[in-house]
């Protein structure tokens, strides 16, 4: 009886060192992507936007900057966003450590279906993509979210609010704006977007922006806020894409 308990408690402890040893995976990074879908966006412009990331994630240069690192690997989590009430995981956290595994994740991310909803929650939107960092099975060196859209928030908790405590919690925010010179439902074209992201959306230390003009140039934006946040490379809040 005692030899079998013995077994079990041994046993036991095997299976928890080896669950152990899953969470601590180390990574050089842990990414959300925070995407916008709100109805601001129409579905030439999402098109364009879903594309955009596709091409990134399997840009050479973005390749060249995930095997860069000490542990030549990242972690990668896809999410979108609209009003308060829509946030989703479109792909869970996964590892990014080879062409194949980049090639793979961008062919799931094609095949995904895409909602469009209602307002525009950026706040919301970056708190729950800070809870993707909870309990994700990975240890990184640093933490991002990069959350892109076209609008300011209309929905929710204020932006600013969000972001002051998850930079407190060691999170940095990135921003992508997408500057659109058109009507927006009605409403004249947001030319200040760019400074809103800039005060009230990205923080944390070494934290930047890149601009994008519209939903035709946002692929070579994603691709230039990818390589440069995957690679930690410092340089100004403000960019545009390269």
Known sequence: MKRRSALVGSLAAMVAAATAAKADTPVDLQLVLAVDVSRS?????????????????????????????????????????????????????????????????????????????????????????????????????????????????????PAEIVRDKLVAQGIVINGLPVMMNRTNFGRPPDLMLDKYYEENVIGGPGSFMVVADNFDHFSRAVRTKLVREISDAGSPRHSSPA
């Open 41 to 157: 966006i129409d579905e030439v412009e999402a098109e364009l936007q879903r594309r955009g990331y596709i091409e990134a994630l399997t840009n050479d240069r973005v390749i060249d900057a995930i095997l860069s690192g000490e542990h030549r690997r990242i972690a990668i989590c896809y999410t979108e966003w609209a009003g308060t009430h829509y946030q989703i995981v479109v792909i869970d956290w996964t590892m990014l450590d080879s062409p194949t595994a980049a090639r793979r994740f961008a062919e799931k991310l094609a095949e995904a279906p895409r909602e469009s909803q209602s307002w525009t929650a950026v706040g919301a939107a970056l708190a729950h993509a800070g809870q993707r960092f909870e309990n994700s099975g990975f240890a990184p060196k640093r933490r991002v979210i990069d959350v892109s859209g076209d609008g300011r928030t209309n929905d929710g908790p």
